[in-house]
T-cell receptor, first 107, second 111 residues
């Protein structure tokens, strides 16, 4: 099956800093989603982005499908951004989640 | 628009007991999924429904897990008998046009 790897696995930021999270996948995909899992376990949709670039406030994402990667940018980080960020890809049969990036934003 | 609803939010049972989880998807979403998320890992698909038919249950441990989606709306996931390794968060999701939306999950602890 398709392999999905995320980097870095762990990230600590000072409030106000910027960061880039990466998601690599091993095969072509039909769609890609980024989620934020907050400390209470809720998975929150960030982006549905099979290709191209999208922006939503301080967050933006870019997927380069031909090169099999996606990037999530977080600017001016806030403590509420803490949690685990997952990318998940659909290669035609099911959604496969990556390994996650655990982010801690310090005040 | 109401999100995906799940209940209960927490459940503690002893091994060999049975347990059931309930999910109500977003109105109009024909596709419903159950995932298992073990601590420190990403969610893993257990079963996918399209309306009331099963699309994929290849990763469902059928000797102890069962799921149904009567009338193509609500769904229940059952574990009988439970094992210690079933301790996890069970997530329900529904989708439209390929984008999945998740409920708050049920945290199961098997002692």
């Amino acid at each position: 099956g398709i392999q999905v790897e995320q980097s870095p696995p762990d990230l600590i930021l000072q409030e106000g800093a910027n960061s880039t999270l990466r998601c690599n996948f091993s095969d072509s995909v039909n769609n890609l989603q980024w989620f934020h899992q907050n400390p209470w376990g809720q998975l929150i949709n960030l982006f549905y982005i099979p290709s191209g670039t999208k922006q939503n406030g301080r967050l933006s994402a870019t997927t380069v499908a031909t090169e099999r990667y996606s990037l999530l940018y977080i600017s001016s980080s806030q403590t509420t951004d803490s949690g685990v960020y997952f990318c998940a890809v659909d290669s035609g049969d099911k959604l496969t989640f990556g390994t996650g990036t655990r982010l801690a934003v310090r005040p | 628009e109401a999100g995906v609803a799940q209940s209960p939010r927490y459940k503690i049972i002893e091994k060999r007991q049975s347990v059931a989880f309930w999910c109500n998807p977003i109105s109009g979403h024909a596709t419903l999924y159950w995932y298992q998320q073990i601590l420190g890992q990403g969610p893993k698909l257990l079963i996918q429904f399209q309306n009331n038919g099963v699309v994929d249950d290849s990763q469902l441990p059928k000797d102890r897990f069962s799921a149904e989606r009567l009338k193509g709306v609500d769904s229940t996931l059952k574990i009988q008998p439970a094992k210690l390794e079933d301790s996890a968060v069970y997530l329900c999701a529904s989708s439209v046009a390929g984008e999945q939306y998740f409920g708050p999950g049920t945290r199961l602890t098997v002692t």
